[in-house]
């Protein structure tokens, strides 16, 4: 079975630039794969933050952006702010109906 | 506004059965496919099952294929999980969720807690 492949933790300093990646275990992802990015927070439901690869969802800030780098899909924070400290999860079409979800970045902003 | 309320979770015992409901409202359901996304308790995400708009088609992850049904009366503008056999495993907050590639709009979920 595919695994969704995610960086389990990440950090950054306040104002820098992080992207997170979102992979497969066997092969390559693309636009064929209609990557999506959520965030959560503690307690709270996800966010759709970046749908389709690129677009970003209503009410979600520019310095968040979607992009297909390499063979993964890239989520980029440019100029992370504190309030950026969650939870981050991507998931994958698979075909056949079939979405996965991968493990989840935890951001952390110091 | 786009609205999704989940309902019908609760506790029940390993082998039992419930039934979740999603209200949805804010938006032409009719033209939007579903999903069912949950999450145990301090995991990560996972997507349980799709229904199609007009339910010609649904989904199933491989862990709940053969107990759960998805299914949706678009007339109610309500999405539901019957859910069958459940095992421990099956614990975790479920999600409604509208169609991911148009931009998922997120219910705020309900528990479900399998447990003798």
């Known amino acids: 079975q595919t695994v969704v492949t995610q960086e389990p933790s990440f950090s950054v300093s306040p104002g820098e630039t992080v992207t997170l990646t979102c992979g497969l275990s066997?092969?390559?992802?693309?636009?064929?794969?209609?990557p999506s990015w959520y965030q959560q927070t503690p307690g709270q439901p996800p966010r759709t933050l970046i749908y389709?690869?690129?677009t970003r969802s209503s009410g979600v800030p520019d310095r968040f952006s979607g992009s297909i780098l390499g063979n993964k899909a890239a989520l980029t924070i440019t100029g992370a702010q504190a309030d950026d400290e969650s939870d981050y999860y991507c998931?994958?079409?698979?075909?056949?109906?079939?979405?996965?979800f991968g493990g989840g970045t935890k951001l952390t902003v110091l | 506004e786009v609205q999704l309320v989940e309902s019908g979770g609760g506790l029940v015992k390993p082998g039992g059965s419930l039934r979740l409901s999603c209200a949805a409202s804010?938006?032409?359901?009719?033209?939007?496919?579903m999903n069912w996304v949950r999450q145990a308790p301090g995991k990560g995400l996972e997507w349980v099952s799709s229904?199609?708009?007009?339910?010609?088609?649904?989904y199933y992850a491989d862990s709940v294929k053969g107990r759960f049904t998805i299914s949706r009366d678009n007339a109610k503008n309500s999405l539901y999980l019957q859910m069958n056999s459940l095992r421990a495993e099956d614990t975790a907050v479920y999600y409604c969720?509208?169609?991911?590639?148009?931009?998922?709009?997120w219910g705020q979920g309900t528990l479900v807690t399998v447990s003798s």
């Open positions: 969720v509208r169609e991911m590639v148009r931009g998922g709009i």
């Open positions: 804010g938006f032409t359901f009719s033209t939007y496919s």
């Open positions: 229904i199609s708009s007009s339910s010609n088609y649904n």
């Open positions: 066997s092969g390559s992802v693309s636009t064929s794969s209609y």
């Open positions: 389709n690869t690129n």
């Open positions: 998931v994958l079409y698979m075909g056949s109906g079939i979405w996965v």
